[in-house]
């Protein structure tokens, strides 16, 4: 059981997802931020040109949650902002895994929504995770750290 969810942007939050450090548990994470690393760009359909992936995601941001708008949806330090639509998880033996789907908007293109999905795994009660994230015309490799409280 989570006590403290972060949608991954995940979340890409992407990438923004909800797998909070249990170390956090008893903490006010309103003002929180997180770091998200994106490596490994790759158009989905196999061409070699991942300008529009560079421009979308480059090698990542800090995400934190939005003060103005509900409560899964957070903003970046680069202009993204990443709503969480869906979530799922497994846990066991440990280990958690995670299925995030959520719309995210572009600094440069705030009126267009992508639907971005990601799956991540990492430790039960560690403070980072990692994964992999598909928007339809981007893929790549997402890896999101520990809570940095302001």
Same mark, same amino acid.
């Given at each position: ?6 949608? #991954? ?19 006010? #994470? ?6 998200? +690393? ?9 061409? +070699?040109?991942? +300008? ?23 903003? =970046?330090?680069?202009? !993204? ?17 995670? !299925? ?29 995770? =990692? ?11 997402? =890896? #999101? ?6």
């Amino acid at each position: 059981m989570r006590l403290v969810p972060l949608p #991954v942007f995940a979340a890409i939050a992407l990438f923004s997802t909800g797998l909070a450090p249990y170390a956090l548990a008893n903490t006010d #994470v309103t003002e929180a931020s997180r770091d998200v +690393s994106i490596s490994e760009l790759s158009m989905q359909d196999g061409t +070699s040109d991942n +300008s529009i992936c560079v421009e979308r995601y480059g090698d990542g941001y800090t995400v934190s949650p939005s003060k103005e708008a509900p409560k899964r949806t957070y903003i =970046s330090d680069k202009g !993204h902002t990443v709503t969480l639509v869906d979530r799922s998880e497994i846990m066991g033996q440990g280990i958690f895994a995670e !299925h995030d789907r959520f719309m995210m908007t572009f600094p440069g293109n705030e009126d267009e929504e992508i639907e971005v999905t990601q799956f991540v795994t990492g430790l039960i009660g560690g403070d980072s995770y =990692s994964g992999v994230f598909t928007d339809g015309t981007c893929t790549g490799k997402v =890896s #999101v750290g520990p809570w940095t409280l302001p």
